[in-house]
């Protein structure tokens, strides 16, 4: 099955110059652990759709040292090409049903629990939803008294945890200009035609640079298979 990475980011929130698929996390770019969680678990087939410094990514996923079997391409899929559209760009590319993340996000995801969900929902797309940590802690009240804390606790609410097992067909929601958070899913959900794949293990996602301090304190080989 084919693992498509959205690696256009700019990082502007955490260096403003490297791109966000570069930057790293336990002396390796974080790219190389998304793709490392899927090799664990059997992918072995990757494209990169690159934006931002296309030509910088593509050059170290050449030079990159993959596991025996793992081939990782890239496609450059236009400097400011929203999310939706750089799959928009590769549709040609895709035959099969196929995986879609993005390369700023990590987890202990089970990915087999994930197609299978894919699988039995009989769902144009599955959508992982996870709860994040809050990134305060909470006042807990009686009345006008504050009773205690509760340190950073999760969040009530799902929310995209950015990995997808996507069909063909989902292609058709899709145009060069869309964000696929927005319309395309929206539309998906709206035509019953978007599943959804509970991961309550771990997550965290790569957006600033406090969330760089964290990934790299919690960084833990065995737990991304890298």
């Avoid at 996870?130 to 009530?156: H, I, N, Q, Y």
Wanted: hydrophobic letters at 40%; a negative charge.
């Amino acid at each position: 099955m084919k693992v498509l990475i959205l690696c256009g980011g700019r990082g502007t929130r955490l260096n403003g110059e490297r791109p966000k698929p570069l930057i790293e996390i336990g002396g390796r770019p974080i790219v190389w652990h998304v793709v490392s969680i899927y090799a664990a678990q059997g992918f072995r087939d990757f494209l990169l759709l690159t934006g931002y410094q296309g030509a910088a990514v593509e050059a170290w996923a050449r030079a990159a040292a993959w596991p025996e079997g793992v081939r990782v391409e890239c496609a450059d899929t236009g400097l400011d090409t929203p999310t939706g559209g750089r799959v928009h760009r590769v549709r040609d590319r895709i035959a099969a049903t196929f995986c879609l993340t993005y390369a700023d996000g990590l987890a202990d995801i089970d990915l087999g629990a994930l197609r299978a969900r894919h699988e039995q929902s009989g769902a144009l797309a599955t959508m992982t939803v996870v709860r994040p940590e809050l990134p305060f802690g909470l006042a807990l009240l009686e009345g006008d008294r504050v009773a205690g804390f509760r340190e950073k606790p999760l969040a009530e609410d799902w929310v995209n945890g950015g990995f997808f097992v996507l069909e063909p067909g989902a292609l058709d929601y899709l145009s060069d200009d869309c964000v696929l958070e927005r319309g395309p899913l929206e539309r998906m959900a709206g035509d019953g035609r978007l599943a959804a794949y509970r991961h309550t293990g771990y997550w965290r996602c790569l957006d600033t640079h406090k969330d760089a301090v964290a990934l790299e304190r919690e960084w833990d080989p065995a737990r991304f298979g890298s």
